[in-house]
T-cell receptor, first 114, second 110 residues
Framework: ETGVTQTPRHLVMGMTNKKSLKCEQH?????MYWYKQSAKKPLELMFV???????ENNSVPSRFSPECPNSSHLFLHLHTLQPEDSALYLC?????????????FGEGSRLTVL | TQLLEQSPQFLSIQEGENLTVYCNSS?????LQWYRQEPGEGPVLLVT?????EVKKLKRLTFQFGDARKDSSLHITAAQPGDTGLYLC??????????FGSGTKLNVKP
């Protein structure tokens, strides 16, 4: 138990569906992240929220839309995805710091796009 | 995107052997982390190194941060089957930006 909970753990969707991934952290952190993990590729940083403001959007297609309503919750809204978007989506949180940051990850949401 | 290269990508060894995993970049990082990930789970932090030249030990694991804060190594002594997993290095670039290497998949055979 890392203190970061992701739901659902598994999701299968068609290319025309709209779905959302949810992340909740119980660690009192003030920064949250979405990463994408595909086979044979490094974890890709998608979005960073710090104090509920988006501070990083790493050239992610607009079919992925993040939302951070408060410092404990993070969503990733999915719309008209492509099969190549199938991957493990990992949420993480951290506490703002001067140096030596540490990410705490959830167990991930395994997404399959048909 | 800040590129970190990890080597080797795959490592299969016998229980009791020693191994070293490397993480290299052309960028300077304010800190560097090592994580271990098991199938079906998210990465779990092993260590954070901050100061150039820093060495940290965690039981049989030794972590080193390069003097220029561009590279790092993870050395495991007398590997155990429980050490099997995906080892990831991550460099912190600017504030709250963590970029990951491609990982080293370690298999320790009993």
């Amino acid at each position: 138990e890392t203190g970061v909970t992701q739901t659902p753990r598994h999701l299968v969707m068609g290319m025309t569906n709209k779905k959302s991934l949810k992340c909740e952290q119980h660690l009192g952190h003030n920064a949250m992240y979405w990463y994408k993990q595909s086979a044979k590729k490094p974890l890709e940083l998608m979005f960073v929220y710090s104090l509920e403001e988006r501070v990083e959007n790493n050239s992610v297609p607009s079919r992925f839309s993040p939302e951070c309503p408060n410092s404990s919750h993070l969503f990733l809204h999915l719309h008209t995805l492509q099969p190549e978007d199938s991957a493990l989506y990992l949420c993480a949180s951290s506490q703002d710091h001067v140096s030596g940051g540490e990410l705490f990850f959830g167990e991930g949401s395994r997404l399959t796009v048909l | 995107t800040q590129l970190l290269e990890q080597s080797p990508q795959f490592l299969s060894i016998q229980e009791g052997e020693n191994l070293t995993v490397y993480c290299n970049s052309s960028s300077v990082f304010s800190s560097l982390q090592w994580y271990r990930q098991e199938p079906g789970e998210g990465p779990v932090l092993l260590v954070t190194v901050v100061t150039g030249g820093e060495v940290k030990k965690l039981k049989r694991l030794t972590f080193q941060f390069g003097d220029a804060r561009k590279d790092s190594s993870l050395h495991i002594t007398a590997a155990q089957p429980g050490d099997t997993g995906l080892y990831l290095c991550a460099g912190e670039y600017n504030f709250n930006k963590f970029y990951f290497g491609s990982g080293t998949k370690l298999n320790v055979k009993p």
